[in-house]
């Protein structure tokens, strides 16, 4: 199966000469190698930098949000069909931080889903349990998330398929982390991949790709590759850092 990688930069961008490096000695080979696909998504302000940059090179691009509607007096917002017009192809939404920091619900992001698919943007949905319990409550809770963000599309004329939507499991507790306390046990993230897979499958009919996000980095991605059923991953901090970027896509398979 192919993987697909998905580099989040955040509110931060790499140096990116540097990261256009990695990208172009890497990619090719990951592509080749493994007939995955590589995302990027900065800042919106530097998509069309970055679409420069990455000409030719067959990676595409991604936003890290996208809003509910695709246009109109919503001051600070960037529609799906904008991004759409200016190549973008897959966004990020509901990402833990939109959702804790912004305090975004999920009928928010079950417009922002609908939106995107409306579009022919492909959400990366993440969902994610905020704190470390036991794998019964953490699906219990996801797929709650799933049920609720995904609610509009069921209702509308606009049909889920595994063509048009992309989740990442990334437990909220884990993200950005790298100390050992927030470490995630790899059958933990195996365990919920499947669950997520085997319920949009059973409810939705739909084969999913179903990423695992947090602390991803060079130390950790071969522990978390010893399971197939993960359909690749949600890179944040790695993402920022040349050698990690090189490394992850030399590896990943
Ligand atoms: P991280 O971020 O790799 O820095 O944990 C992942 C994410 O938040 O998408």
Known sequence: MSKL????WKMNLPILSSWKEAIKSSTPLFLKRRGGEVIVCPPFTHISKVKELLKGKEIRLGAQDVSIK???ALTGEVSAKMLKDIGVSYSIVGHSERRHIFGETDELISKKIKSAIKNKIKPILCVGEKVKTSKERAWNFVKNQLVKDLSLIQATSYKLQATNLVVAYEPVWSISGGEPAKKVNPTHANYMVGKIKFFLNTSYKIRATVLYGGSVNSKNIKSFLKYKN??????GSAS????????????IK
């Open 5 to 8: 990688v998905v580099f989040n």
């Open 70 to 72: 695709d246009e109109g």
């Open 230 to 235: 993960i359909g690749g991953f949600l890179v």
């Open 240 to 251: 920022l850092n040349r050698k990690e970027v090189d490394y992850l896509l030399k590896v």
